[in-house]
């Protein structure tokens, strides 16, 4: 594809719900990450998968976040029991190293009602 | 801890002028540092890419320079224009360790006039 793809681009869900978030890298790239934008938080890190490597997990804020990559490529990043300040907007973004240039999807917005 | 901070954190300049965004980090020891442009709702472009021996990258009307032993970076914009308005980011990946993380500023907000 020609960018980094992301689905949905809007969700809304009820508090307690669990919703799947999906991100499409660029073809190609072995490296794929999540951020998260929130407001009053700024753009921070969750996850690195890099190849068959294990990701690096250091950033999802609870235990209620998990994510995987299948194959290599695509990625869905869960949300368990949604709270309301999970609310933000999460961005995906690969590279076609772990050491170069990061291109971002153009993220999902997640409003927990 | 790698900390990123930017100044101004918003910025409104007549369409035509020169202007400079700032970037400083605490921790010189990166690997890359990266300028993104974010419009309002939407993801994040990535403008120039500038690698730890590298001084400056150029792409068009901008111009990005790099001072790792004092941990700044700048972004230059030249003939700016109301297209250029955005939130523009900066983001540093620190040197060493596992992973690739960017650590990011918290932004500045253009506005040019037109």
């Known amino acids: 594809g020609a960018g980094v793809s992301q689905s949905p681009s809007n969700k809304v869900t009820e508090k307690g719900k669990d919703v799947e978030l999906r991100c499409d890298p660029i073809?190609?790239?072995?490296?794929l990450y999540w951020y998260r934008q929130s407001l009053g938080q700024g753009l921070e890190f969750l996850i690195y998968f890099q190849g068959n490597s294990a990701p690096d997990k250091s950033g999802l804020p609870s235990d209620r976040f998990s994510a995987e990559r299948t194959g290599g490529s695509v990625s869905t990043l869960t949300i368990q029991r949604t709270q309301q300040e999970d609310s933000a907007v999460y961005l995906c973004?690969?590279?076609?190293?772990?050491?170069?240039?990061?291109?971002f999807g153009p993220g999902t917005r997640l409003t927990v009602l | 801890k790698q900390e990123v901070t930017q100044i101004p954190a918003a910025l409104s300049v007549p369409e035509g002028e020169n202007l400079v965004l700032n970037c400083s980090f605490t921790d010189s020891a990166i690997y890359n540092l990266q300028w993104f442009r974010q419009d309002p709702g939407k993801g994040l472009t990535s403008l120039l890419l500038i690698q730890s021996s590298q001084r400056e990258q150029t792409s068009g009307r901008l111009n990005a320079s790099l001072d790792k032993s004092s941990g700044r970076s700048t972004l230059y914009i030249a003939a700016s224009q109301p297209g250029d308005s955005a939130t523009y980011l900066c983001a540093v990946r620190s040197h060493g360790g596992a992973t690739n993380k960017l650590i990011f500023g918290t932004g500045t907000l253009l506005a040019v006039q037109p």
């Open positions: 973004a690969s590279s076609s190293t772990g050491q170069n240039e990061q291109f």
């Open positions: 073809s190609g790239h072995t490296a």
